[in-house]
């Protein structure tokens, strides 16, 4: 991940490595915050375009990391979820 531009409510992000799975999720786990203002990415180019997200928030460095907490554990519980229907 790379910070392209940051300011006191504003922060865009290039997200290496990931794809409109990850980018979605991360949007609208954004959006259900009440200080996020928007949250959006765009993918400039299907094949090698790297997603470049923005946030506008009173802080939107923490919202990021709060959504990418919570999206991660999510994940896990999923993970652990799945595991455990298919050893019954």
């Known amino acids: 991940m790379k910070v392209i531009e940051e300011q006191p ?4 992000l290039e997200i290496t490595g990931e ?3 990850i980018c979605n ?12 203002d928007a ?3 765009d993918i400039t180019h299907p094949l090698i375009g790297q ?3 923005e946030i506008r928030s009173s802080n939107p ?8 907490k919570e999206v991660k554990e ?3 519980s999923f993970k652990d979820a799945l595991i455990k229907g298919f050893e019954e």
């Open 9 to 12: 409510e504003k922060l865009v």
């Open 19 to 21: 794809s409109h799975t």
């Open 25 to 36: 999720i991360l949007r609208k786990r954004l959006m259900d915050y009440d200080e996020v």
């Open 39 to 41: 949250a959006a990415y």
């Open 51 to 53: 997603p470049e997200f």
């Open 61 to 68: 460095r923490k919202s990021m990391t709060n959504a990418a």
């Open 74 to 76: 999510e994940a896990l």
